[in-house]
């Protein structure tokens, strides 16, 4: 399969995302400046800790206590599947027959504010939920022997790229578009997209093309490893064979900070002789995308964006007044972001080899290990990012749910129900909604500075080496901070 197809059938095919109706749809008259201040100061203070931690201390931060043993329910996870699966094609219909209003018809409500904004935040909360409800594996299994072979296999060197294209295309669609929550429209883009999954399943086989191709799988299985909660294999069979850290029939349920099984896996990766650099160079580059297509769609939509493209924020045109530039400046956003890390990780790792006890470190599988520690940024932006879209939209669903064929029935006994914005007309509540994002934005920096720096001991040897390493990074997040809090309080004008 060529990239080309691929991504010809990823732009296609790429499930839409919501219009962000509601989404901060107001100005924050708070002194900004201080939360922000306060912010980038919390980040610097925890970069300079760090170099006063120790080797033993470092490898510390993230060690875990083990509380139970765990099975795969396997069986219980293939019926829970299925009925995802059965809920889905009841959104389609839903979709295809039901109201024309995105704020009334259930499946454009369901798919990007319960699922999209409240499901993603809450995997890498409360660790890998994906398994149990991702709609494909239930069907899959029924309909694939389990000991067929896959008739189609992806080289090697290919890595995450498939995946990769296909979460920019998904994200281009949801900026670029004029009417990416259509509940028609919707509905056949998700049959559509559903069925392009299900093939590539049966073609190339469940585990590698959700690892590899299914964009949102891939994102789902990195942002499971940030739970303070979830599973580890025993015994590390899995890191032996060269599999995802996931794997293995045997496991136990494993507490530690957030963040420990990416530490966990960076690890592994550290000593795998058989995954390549290029694979591990993919699998970062796949994490920064996602962060750079997060910071982008809080981007565009701000004042400082619309002035540089020469757009008047106040009489905005529309979507399709700006395709082109949304487009361009999407892909400008990724190309700048893996720029910029690829320079830090590059500048650290040869301010680390200076020195006579310095362990010789190739570079891509730097930056596909170092890549790891930036996931709990994305995550903390994700969560900020669309906290005041879920306040308003979660009303909608909930609504939607009550009576989700427009009938006015009332299964849920809301009664008469009216969704409030009243939370942004007020100083205090507006300021715990922001104190709140930016809680969340800072907490995500400096658990992306400690895992980044375990991560940098164990791959440089030496809490030393490592801080030293860190300089070009600890600066990059800094910054970083600044960005994610300005994004936060800018107002929008689209």
């Given at each position: 399969m060529s990239a080309c197809c691929i991504t010809l059938a990823l732009v296609l095919l790429s499930l839409p995302a919501a219009a962000h109706?509601?989404?901060?749809?107001?100005?924050?008259?708070?002194?900004?400046?201080?939360y922000i201040t306060g912010g980038v100061l919390a980040v610097v203070?925890?970069?300079v800790l760090l170099g006063f931690v120790s080797d033993r201390q470092a490898g510390r931060l993230f060690r875990t206590r083990d509380l139970c043993s765990a099975h795969e329910l396997v069986r219980w996870q293939t019926l829970s599947s299925l009925l995802s699966l059965g809920v889905l094609l009841c959104l389609v219909v839903v979709g295809l027959t039901g109201s024309h209003d995105p704020l009334s018809?259930?499946?454009?409500?369901?798919?990007?504010?319960l699922w999209w904004i409240g499901f993603v935040s809450l995997q890498g909360i409360a660790g890998d939920l994906w398994r149990w409800i991702n709609p494909w594996t239930g069907l899959h299994k029924l309909i694939v022997p389990g000991n067929r072979m896959a008739r189609v296999t992806l080289p090697d060197w290919l890595g995450v790229w498939p995946a990769t294209c296909l979460f920019v295309a998904f994200i281009a669609f949801s900026l670029?578009?004029?009417?990416?929550?259509?509940?028609?429209?919707?509905?056949?883009?998700v049959g559509a997209y559903y069925l392009f999954t299900l093939a590539g399943m049966w073609v190339c086989g469940s585990e590698l093309w959700l690892s590899r191709v299914e964009c949102f799988s891939v994102l789902l299985h990195y942002y499971a490893m940030l739970a303070p909660l979830t599973r580890k294999p025993v015994p590390h069979e899995a890191v032996r064979k060269n599999e995802e850290w996931r794997g293995g029939d045997k496991m136990r349920m494993v507490l530690g900070l957030p963040g420990w099984a990416a530490c966990y896996q960076a690890s592994a990766l550290r000593d795998d002789r058989k995954t390549s650099d290029a694979v591990l160079a993919?699998?970062?580059?796949?994490?920064?995308?996602?962060?750079a297509c997060g910071s982008f769609d809080g981007m565009n939509e701000t004042f400082w964006w619309l002035s540089l493209i020469d757009i008047n924020p106040l009489e905005f045109p529309g979507r399709s007044a700006v395709v082109t530039e949304t487009l361009v400046g999407l892909l400008l956003a990724n190309v700048a972001l893996l720029v910029v890390f690829g320079c830090c990780v590059g500048c650290g790792l040869w301010l680390a080899s200076r020195g006579a006890d310095a362990v010789p470190v190739r570079y891509l599988r730097a930056f596909g290990i170092l890549a790891?520690?930036?996931?709990?940024?994305?995550?903390?932006?994700?969560?900020?990012?669309?906290?005041t879209a879920f306040m308003v939209n979660a009303q909608y669903a909930l609504a939607a749910i009550s009576d989700p064929l427009h009938t006015g029935a009332d299964y849920l006994g809301l009664g008469t129900f009216y969704v409030t914005t009243g939370f942004f007309n007020t100083h205090h509540t507006v300021q715990i909604i922001w104190l709140t994002q930016a809680g969340v934005v800072v907490t995500g920096h400096v658990l992306s500075v400690l895992l980044t720096h375990a991560v940098a001991v164990k791959l440089l040897g030496t809490g030393r080496r490592a801080v030293i390493s860190q300089i070009p990074l600890a600066l990059f997040m800094i910054l970083y901070t600044l960005l994610g809090l300005w994004l936060l309080a800018s107002p929008r004008g689209a």
């Amino acid at each position: 399969m060529s990239a080309c197809c691929i991504t010809l059938a990823l732009v296609l095919l790429s499930l839409p995302a919501a219009a962000h109706v509601s989404e901060q749809g107001f100005v924050l008259l708070l002194p900004t400046e201080v939360y922000i201040t306060g912010g980038v100061l919390a980040v610097v203070l925890t970069v300079v800790l760090l170099g006063f931690v120790s080797d033993r201390q470092a490898g510390r931060l993230f060690r875990t206590r083990d509380l139970c043993s765990a099975h795969e329910l396997v069986r219980w996870q293939t019926l829970s599947s299925l009925l995802s699966l059965g809920v889905l094609l009841c959104l389609v219909v839903v979709g295809l027959t039901g109201s024309h209003d995105p704020l009334s018809n259930p499946l454009p409500l369901f798919i990007w504010t319960l699922w999209w904004i409240g499901f993603v935040s809450l995997q890498g909360i409360a660790g890998d939920l994906w398994r149990w409800i991702n709609p494909w594996t239930g069907l899959h299994k029924l309909i694939v022997p389990g000991n067929r072979m896959a008739r189609v296999t992806l080289p090697d060197w290919l890595g995450v790229w498939p995946a990769t294209c296909l979460f920019v295309a998904f994200i281009a669609f949801s900026l670029a578009d004029t009417s990416p929550d259509d509940p028609a429209r919707l509905a056949i883009v998700v049959g559509a997209y559903y069925l392009f999954t299900l093939a590539g399943m049966w073609v190339c086989g469940s585990e590698l093309w959700l690892s590899r191709v299914e964009c949102f799988s891939v994102l789902l299985h990195y942002y499971a490893m940030l739970a303070p909660l979830t599973r580890k294999p025993v015994p590390h069979e899995a890191v032996r064979k060269n599999e995802e850290w996931r794997g293995g029939d045997k496991m136990r349920m494993v507490l530690g900070l957030p963040g420990w099984a990416a530490c966990y896996q960076a690890s592994a990766l550290r000593d795998d002789r058989k995954t390549s650099d290029a694979v591990l160079a993919s699998r970062g580059v796949f994490i920064l995308v996602v962060l750079a297509c997060g910071s982008f769609d809080g981007m565009n939509e701000t004042f400082w964006w619309l002035s540089l493209i020469d757009i008047n924020p106040l009489e905005f045109p529309g979507r399709s007044a700006v395709v082109t530039e949304t487009l361009v400046g999407l892909l400008l956003a990724n190309v700048a972001l893996l720029v910029v890390f690829g320079c830090c990780v590059g500048c650290g790792l040869w301010l680390a080899s200076r020195g006579a006890d310095a362990v010789p470190v190739r570079y891509l599988r730097a930056f596909g290990i170092l890549a790891i520690g930036i996931l709990p940024i994305a995550l903390a932006y994700h969560i900020a990012h669309y906290l005041t879209a879920f306040m308003v939209n979660a009303q909608y669903a909930l609504a939607a749910i009550s009576d989700p064929l427009h009938t006015g029935a009332d299964y849920l006994g809301l009664g008469t129900f009216y969704v409030t914005t009243g939370f942004f007309n007020t100083h205090h509540t507006v300021q715990i909604i922001w104190l709140t994002q930016a809680g969340v934005v800072v907490t995500g920096h400096v658990l992306s500075v400690l895992l980044t720096h375990a991560v940098a001991v164990k791959l440089l040897g030496t809490g030393r080496r490592a801080v030293i390493s860190q300089i070009p990074l600890a600066l990059f997040m800094i910054l970083y901070t600044l960005l994610g809090l300005w994004l936060l309080a800018s107002p929008r004008g689209a």
